[in-house]
């Protein structure tokens, strides 16, 4: 049996198995496992409080009795478009606020353990002139989402580093000072799911980026992992094999035990295409699971 606690987010799922039934089935038979990230492309928290809720408990019931663990629900790539806490406009940061509010509501509805995902992004004109203001209110927001998992049942509140600069945080810097600065003062935990592929993207954080800086300054910080295939060149996202990526499970495993983090849950995170088939698709993240796995051994 692995040392790892390896599953996957249903990101791949999106538009093509929204139906509890269908997805479950795929995760258990198919791809052999018992551990998921819930996506909010899947079910949105914006949809009519009723049938979120009908929804909600028909995917909590599914999983529950496929024996599938919902770890965490996650900001989707839908969601993800949006500027969101960092809207620059007063109503457009009112509105992101309520999604999180909702968010946490649905992430309790469904069994989740905890809830994350990235934190918004600043416009072009808002930074960097108005990046303290903005920070001073995230963080704020930040306290404010706490108290609602703390409220829901939930156990922490997990946050992803993103490679851009008008995203906070978006360096390990950022991300100490994030957590400094929230110190006591936060009705639950607040840790960081550290996405490889934005970890290591190059073009900001140089040719020779490596995993090790980020563990080294966030160690028991780090609530999870997400795993992609990438070309360090861009936030990929593939799954295996792929030609254009070239990143080493192997070594990544390797690090994780030296960091003494291989019990840290790691999420396999592919997207593909919507215009790919169902069947080349369902190959590649069956490939890609196997693979993943083999190697987190």
């Known amino acids: ?34 551990l998921v990230q819930f996506t909010f492309d899947l ?40 500027n969101g806490l960092l809207h620059p406009e007063p109503a457009g940061h009112r509105a992101g606020l309520e999604w999180w509010r909702r968010a946490v509501d649905l992430a309790a509805e469904l069994g989740a353990g905890t809830i994350g995902g990235p934190l918004g992004g600043m416009s072009v004109k808002s930074a960097p002139a108005e990046q303290e203001r903005l920070y001073q209110r995230l963080l704020d927001d930040v306290r404010s989402i706490t108290e609602w998992v703390a409220a829901a049942g939930l156990q922490e509140l997990l946050i ?18 994030l957590l400094a600065d929230l ?14 592929g934005h970890a290591l993207y190059q073009p900001l954080y140089g040719a020779n ?22 070309d360090f060149q861009s936030d990929s996202h593939w799954g295996w094999p792929d030609a254009r990526g070239s990143f080493d499970v192997s070594a990544f495993a390797n690090t994780l035990r030296s960091a003494r983090l291989n019990t840290t849950p790691v999420f396999l995170e592919a997207f593909y295409p919507f215009e790919m088939t169902d069947a080349a698709l369902l190959e590649n993240i069956r490939q890609s699971v196997e693979h993943c796995r083999w190697l987190l051994r």
Do not use: C
């Not at 009705?187 to 799911?193: D, E, F, I, M, Q």
């Open 1 to 34: 049996m692995s040392e790892f606690h390896f599953g996957i987010n249903l990101g791949f799922a999106t538009k093509r198995w929204p139906e509890p039934e269908a997805w479950t089935e795929l995760v258990r038979e198919t791809l052999d496992l018992s």
């Open 43 to 82: 079910l949105d928290p914006w949809w009519p409080e009723a049938d979120r809720r009908l929804l909600a408990h028909q995917t909590r019931r599914t999983a529950e009795a496929a024996g599938i663990t919902i770890h965490s629900a996650f900001v989707g790539l839908a969601s993800y478009t949006y």
């Open 160 to 177: 992803e580093p993103t490679p851009l600069t008008r995203e906070i945080p978006h360096q390990i810097t950022g991300s100490q000072q």
């Open 183 to 196: 110190s006591g003062t936060t009705a639950t935990p607040v840790r960081y799911v550290l996405d490889i």
């Open 209 to 230: 980026a490596t995993l090790a800086p980020w563990l080294d300054a966030l160690g028991e910080h780090l609530g999870a992992f997400h795993l992609q295939n990438t």
